[in-house]
């Protein structure tokens, strides 16, 4: 059964920093694409930063590129997103997703495992 726990979520304000963790089991971890996405109320959810587990390619979403790092433990097959700068519009639900083969990388349809979320509230 794939599982995937985020967890780090909380409340700073802006210009501040904090990094989510997403534990995962269930599933061969090594060879998937493995993201962060966020919704936030009243929008559709969108894609964040995304890592290949095997072969450390990444992708970002403009928003969020030189402010944002994504990287993984591979050992304890945990998933992270370190966020810097933070700004309000950061603000939202936070969900950690895989997929094998998503077609768009950073399109949220396209991933069938999904976390709980952790909610990032960013104030000014």
């Known amino acids: 059964q794939v599982r995937l726990v985020e967890s780090g979520g909380g409340s700073v304000q802006a210009g501040g920093s904090l990094r989510l963790s997403c534990a995962t089991s269930g599933y061969d971890y090594s060879a998937y694409f493995m993201g962060w996405f966020r919704q936030a109320p009243g929008n559709e959810r969108e894609g964040v930063a995304v890592m290949h587990t095997r072969f450390g390619g990444t992708y970002y979403a403009a928003s969020v590129k030189g402010r944002f790092t994504i990287s993984q433990d591979s050992a304890k097959n945990t998933l992270y997103l370190q966020m810097n700068s933070l700004k309000p519009e950061d603000t939202g639900m936070y969900y950690c997703?895989?997929?094998?083969?998503?077609?768009?990388?950073?399109?949220?349809?396209?991933?069938?495992?999904w976390g709980q979320g952790t909610q990032v509230t960013v104030s000014s």
């Open positions: 997703a895989a997929d094998r083969s998503p077609g768009g990388i950073l399109s949220p349809r396209d991933y069938n495992y």
